[in-house]
């Protein structure tokens, strides 16, 4: 199976309150973000109210959401990885370094945009990468091959 754009984010602007879905083709659930939730949507939830949600972009993996806190209040961003390229193989997970990312706000605010352009350059840098495998287990590039071998446990010194 080759790599590809595995993710689609939907966003639904009307009726209130704005809310986000993600779904992947390789699970039949999909992740709700809504008024500062997370819900876990199943394939009979998903298919009755995705016909109200629109499309916004395709993805290659999730960095995560991004929270900002900006003194009165607080900014949220869905980060997804939108471009990468492969750099390599190790085992059998390929290796990609994140060209372009984009960030959905997940309160649909249009000021986000200007407050996160110095993340985005960051991530946007070619300094990222992440591990992928058509066997469905990529291989954890924060652990070295020493520690791999005496533990499963992610270093989390290597994340942001």
């Given at each position: 199976m080759a790599f590809s754009k595995g993710y689609r984010i939907y966003h639904k602007l009307d009726p209130p309150p704005y809310s986000v879905?993600?779904?992947t083709r390789t699970r039949d659930e999909c992740l709700m973000f809504e008024s500062g939730a997370v819900?876990?949507?199943?394939?009979?939830e998903k298919e009755a109210i995705k016909n109200t949600y629109s499309k916004i972009v395709d993805a290659y993996g999730i960095l995560g959401v991004l929270r900002l806190?900006?003194?009165?209040?607080?900014?949220h961003s869905l980060v997804v990885v939108t471009g990468c390229s492969s750099v390599g193989k190790v085992q059998d997970s390929e290796v990609f370094r994140v060209t372009q990312t984009d960030f959905i706000s997940l309160k649909n605010d249009p000021g986000d945009e200007d407050r996160i352009t110095d993340v985005r350059k960051v991530l946007n840098s070619g300094h990222f990468y992440f591990a992928w495998s058509s066997t469905g287990?990529?291989?954890?590039?924060?652990?070295?091959?020493?520690?791999r071998i005496l533990e499963d446990t992610t270093d989390n010194r290597f994340f942001w």
């Amino acid at each position: 199976m080759a790599f590809s754009k595995g993710y689609r984010i939907y966003h639904k602007l009307d009726p209130p309150p704005y809310s986000v879905i993600v779904e992947t083709r390789t699970r039949d659930e999909c992740l709700m973000f809504e008024s500062g939730a997370v819900a876990v949507l199943s394939a009979a939830e998903k298919e009755a109210i995705k016909n109200t949600y629109s499309k916004i972009v395709d993805a290659y993996g999730i960095l995560g959401v991004l929270r900002l806190n900006l003194g009165d209040s607080m900014l949220h961003s869905l980060v997804v990885v939108t471009g990468c390229s492969s750099v390599g193989k190790v085992q059998d997970s390929e290796v990609f370094r994140v060209t372009q990312t984009d960030f959905i706000s997940l309160k649909n605010d249009p000021g986000d945009e200007d407050r996160i352009t110095d993340v985005r350059k960051v991530l946007n840098s070619g300094h990222f990468y992440f591990a992928w495998s058509s066997t469905g287990v990529s291989m954890d590039l924060s652990l070295n091959a020493h520690r791999r071998i005496l533990e499963d446990t992610t270093d989390n010194r290597f994340f942001w």
